[in-house]
C-alpha cells in the first residue's frame, strides 16, 4: 500500500496522443506518396521503352530504305550506264535548265507586258486618229453640202421632171457622193451605138459652136430622138419592164464627131454586168 502511494502510475498527456497522430498520419502519407510516385515511374519507364523500341524501329527502318535507295540508285545507274558523278552531274544540268526555264518565263512575262501596253498605246493612238477621221468625216460632209447647193437645179424635156445636174467631172463626182442615183460616164463617137448602163447611145450630129446635137436613144427595144439638144440640158426619158426615170447630160462637144456625158439612173435600176 505504501509502494502504490509511492510510486503512482503512469498516465499520457494529450499533447503525446497529438504528436503520436500527427506521426503516425505523416507515416500513412508519405506511404500513400511513395506508391503514388512509384506508380508514375513505372508508367514512364513504360512509355520510355515503348518509345525505345519505336525509335530502334524507325531506325531500322531507316537503314532499311537507305540501303533499298542505295540499291535503286546503283541499279538505275548501271542500266543508265552513269556513274554517281555523272548522275549529281545530271541532276545540276537539270536544276541549271529550270532556272533557265525560270528566267526564260520571267522575260517573256515582262515582253508580254510590254508588248501589252504598246498595244494600249496604239490602241490609243487609233482612237486619236478615229477622232480625227470623224472630224475630217464631218467636214467632208459639210464640204459636200455645200457643193451639191452650188450644183444646178435644171428642168428635163419632160414636165415636170427637175433634176440637179452636174456640168464636169468633179460636180459629178459630188453628185456620185450624194448617193441618189447611178452615174455612168461616156465619150460617144459619131456613128457609134454605145451601151451605157442598160441603153445604147447613137450620136447623130454635132455643132460644137452653137453646142447642139442630135442623139438617139435605143431602149427596150425603140428608139427615141433627141435632137436639138444643148449642152448641160437633161434628157429624160422612161426605161425597163417597170418604167423607171432615167437622165442623160452632155457636158462637152469636144468636135463634130465626139461628145462627152453621163447617164444617171434610179439606184434600184438594173445594173448592167459590165458599166462602159
Known amino acids: 500500500m505504501s509502494d502504490e502511494l509511492e510510486n503512482p502510475p503512469r498516465t499520457y498527456s494529450g499533447a503525446l496522443l497529438a504528436v503520436i497522430a500527427v506521426a503516425l ?34 531506325e531500322a527502318e531507316l537503314r532499311e530504305t537507305n540501303a533499298r535507295l542505295k540499291v535503286a540508285t ?37 515582253k ?23 472630224t475630217d468625216l464631218g467636214k467632208t460632209q459639210t464640204d459636200l453640202q455645200g457643193a451639191i447647193a452650188q450644183l444646178t437645179s435644171m428642168k428635163g424635156d419632160l414636165s415636170d421632171h427637175s433634176s440637179l445636174i452636174a ?25 457609134q451605138k454605145k451601151p451605157v448602163s442598160t441603153v445604147s447611145l447613137e450620136l447623130k450630129k454635132a455643132d460644137p459652136k452653137k453646142n447642139i446635137f442630135n442623139l438617139n436613144v435605143i431602149s427596150d427595144d ?21 418604167p423607171m426615170l432615167y437622165e442623160i447630160v452632155v457636158n462637152v462637144i469636144t468636135s463634130k464627131n465626139e461628145i462627152k456625158g453621163y447617164l444617171s439612173a434610179p439606184k434600184n435600176a438594173p445594173v448592167p454586168p459590165t458599166v462602159q
Do not use: C
Open 25 to 58: 498520419l505523416a507515416a500513412i502519407g508519405g506511404l500513400i506518396w511513395s506508391f503514388t510516385l512509384n506508380g508514375r515511374l513505372s508508367r514512364q519507364e513504360t512509355a520510355m521503352a515503348e518509345a525505345n523500341q519505336r525509335a530502334a524501329s524507325l
Open 222 to 242: 425603140k428608139t427615141v430622138p433627141k435632137n436639138n439638144r444643148g449642152v448641160n440640158e437633161p434628157l429624160q426619158f422612161y426605161s425597163g419592164k417597170d
Open 167 to 191: 456640168r464636169n467631172h468633179d460636180e459629178l463626182e459630188v453628185l456620185k457622193h450624194k448617193g441618189d442615183r447611178n452615174y455612168y460616164e461616156f465619150t460617144l463617137l459619131k456613128g
Open 112 to 134: 508580254t507586258a510590254q508588248q501589252v501596253s504598246e498595244v494600249s498605246n496604239d490602241v490609243a493612238t487609233v482612237k486619236t486618229d478615229v477622232g480625227g477621221v470623224k
Open 74 to 110: 546503283d541499279e538505275l545507274g548501271n542500266s543508265l550506264g552513269l556513274t554517281q558523278k555523272q548522275m549529281d552531274a545530271r541532276a545540276q544540268e537539270l536544276i541549271r535548265r529550270e532556272a533557265a526555264d525560270k528566267a526564260a518565263l520571267e522575260s517573256a512575262q515582262k
